[in-house]
């Protein structure tokens, strides 16, 4: 009994062109909003939301619709094939807008009139979060001029003499991608000058003059841009959504695919191959953005439409794969087939916890939804609330930590946060295929308990350390925490999915998204308001450790959702 792997990475395609795509849109997309049409954090945040609010109800929608689906070509892959297509005609189509507001603020910008504006403007305010403060007094809005004086002269722009102003708003017309300035926060002191790495070794910290002074600007005359005409705003949205409604058509059919063509002893396996690729598909979308310099200074208003086409042609590529070697209808029946010679019934085969070494088998009816199931089986239906709330606890405290751990690096551990969360990655990657075997001698639930457990004593080490504490112990104890979310995230879809009928498959996919995409909702908000409650950012790995280990009280009561282990498997084929 081993894994078909090259027909795994066929089916895995599907996954490889959905991660390339959230690689780039996630990347750019903040960018154009905040960018071209002068949107703040918050209200980029907001829709930037929208896929996972969407997430709740649609991936389970078009789960179920291609649960009930038939055609020549199999269940899945018209969702697939037809998602796809729609996707990046969406995509490519957003970048059409957002080069419409950018033609609107482009010819203003590269104008010395236009800088001399900004410059002087009162209207154009510049936010002060996450950047260093002038003293305890001063708002979180300023003028761009007060800013610019405080780094020279140390006082407002209304306090210096005629040479100081103008030599201030020639010091800000001349700023270009490189230029920087130096902070101290104890002293609250700012340097502009050549010796830079003196000021660092006399605890001052650098900062770019450019995405600190001249982009805000440029964002706040983008913003007045669209208030006088928000038609491109209203028509980038609208692209925005038939986006994430292409994307959403297809994420839990593509991944509802592998179980469908997988034995259930060898899903862990295959959902780890299957993450791999999903890696590789985000990772060569990451090369594209270093190609295309999306990440520069300089690049930040510029057009993407180039690169949003290169991305799109990776997905047209993965489609192209998935479409010339796939074949799903075959591939189902063969594991159906498989399955029946093995002794397990693809309908309703379930055993229980290792534990007590007791195999069941039950019918959960023909759609086995949530109202089914708990009419039918009780014990079956409390496991899969359980693994649902875990799924849901442990993404509460992961999210919360990846995505505020460049933040917490920077003001708590005064550390470079890139590659930590590199090395994490990596980790990660090297774990998955191990993680697959492991549950295979162990079964996944006591697998999933040890990654959250691994996962737990990572983030609470972290919780300890200070700006004092070396490097080397930051990274390992990633390196640590990213084995230990790999072992959970390969097995826990295959347990989810485990205790759904072959029938249903899609629309158990849907509700372990629904459980991850609910958390990753809550948690940004939540961490916050904890965050803001005790004034500092220090809560945030003991607020990912007590989550974590939540879930770990939550597993320890699922009944259901292992695997027969590999010595069952092969007594059965000894029996034949």
């Known amino acids: 009994m081993k894994l078909n792997y090259k027909r795994t990475i066929f ?4 996954f490889f062109l959905i991660c390339a795509f959230w690689q780039a849109y996630d990347a750019i997309v903040p960018l154009m909003l905040v960018n071209k049409f002068g949107l703040n954090q918050s209200a980029s945040g907001a829709i930037m939301a929208i896929d996972n609010v969407f997430a709740l109800f649609m991936l389970p929608l078009f789960g179920a619709l291609s649960d009930k689906s038939k055609s020549k070509y199999g269940k899945r892959t018209p969702y697939i094939v037809i998602g796809t297509v729609l996707a990046i005609v969406a995509f ?26 900004l410059f002087e403007s009162t209207e154009n305010k510049i936010t002060n979060a996450e950047k260093p403060i002038f003293d305890d007094t001063v708002a979180d809005e300023y003028d761009l001029k007060d800013y610019v004086s405080r780094i020279l002269y140390g006082k407002d722009y209304v306090d210096l003499d005629v040479d100081q102003k103008n030599s201030a708003k020639k010091f800000y017309g001349e700023i270009d991608y490189e230029s920087s300035y130096y902070y101290n926060a104890e002293t609250k002191t700012y340097y ?41 705003l209203v028509f980038f949205i609208l692209l925005l959504l038939v986006t994430l409604i292409s994307m959403a058509i297809f994420r839990s059919p593509a991944v509802a695919l592998m179980p469908d063509v997988t034995i259930k002893p060898l899903r862990s396996q295959g959902n780890a191959i299957i993450n791999l690729m999903g890696t590789a598909g985000a990772m060569l979308v990451l090369v594209l953005g270093i190609v295309f310099g999306t990440g520069k200074v300089q690049n930040q208003t510029s057009s993407f439409t180039l690169y949003i086409i290169a991305v799109c042609a990776i997905m047209a590529v993965g489609l192209t794969l998935f479409i010339a070697f796939v074949r799903e209808p075959k591939w189902a029946k063969e594991m159906q087939e498989e399955s029946e010679r093995l002794g397990l019934d693809t309908e309703s085969d379930e055993v229980e916890d290792a534990s007590n070494g007791e195999v069941k088998s039950t019918d959960v009816g023909d759609n086995g939804g949530f109202k089914e199931l708990f009419k039918k089986d009780r014990s079956k239906f409390n496991s899969l609330m359980l693994l649902l709330a875990s799924v849901a606890l442990w ?59 691994i996962l737990t004593v990572a983030f609470f080490s972290v919780s300890f350390y200070t700006d004092k ?8 104890a990633f390196i640590i925490g990213g084995i230990g979310w790999a ?30 995409m609910a958390a990753q909702i809550v948690t940004p908000i939540l961490s916050g308001w904890i965050m803001e ?3 500092t950012m220090r809560p945030l790995f003991y607020y990912s450790s007590i989550f974590i280990a939540l879930a770990f009280v939550t597993m320890l009561f699922v009944k259901h959702g292992d695997a027969k282990k590999e010595e069952e498997i092969k007594a059965i084929q000894e029996q034949e």
Do not use: C
């Open 11 to 14: 089916v895995g395609f599907a």
């Open 92 to 117: 490519i189509s957003l970048s059409f807008a957002d080069n419409a507001q950018l033609a609107r603020i482009r010819t203003a910008e590269d104008s010395a009139v236009f800088q001399e504006q």
């Open 192 to 232: 502009v000058g050549d010796d830079g790495e003196e000021m660092l070794k006399n605890g001052y910290k650098e900062y770019n003059l450019y995405t600190n002074l001249v982009t805000p600007a440029i964002s706040s005359y983008a913003w007045q841009k669209t208030v006088e005409n928000p038609a491109p």
């Open 395 to 453: 993404y509460i405290g992961y999210n919360a930590a990846s995505t505020k751990y460049s933040l917490y690096a920077t003001n708590v551990l005064h550390k470079d946060f890139n590659t930590t969360l590199l090395i994490a990655q990596a980790a990660a990657i090297v774990a998955y295929l191990p993680a697959g075997a492991l549950s295979k001698k162990i079964g996944r639930k006591k697998s999933i308990l040890l990654g959250v457990a």
């Open 469 to 476: 504490t070396p490097l080397i112990l930051i990274n390992l």
């Open 487 to 516: 072992t959970i995230n390969v097995n826990s879809f295959p347990m989810v999915v485990e205790i759904a009928k072959g029938g249903n498959v899609g629309k158990y996919t849907g509700y372990y998204y629904t459980a991850s």
């Open 533 to 535: 409650l005790f004034g």
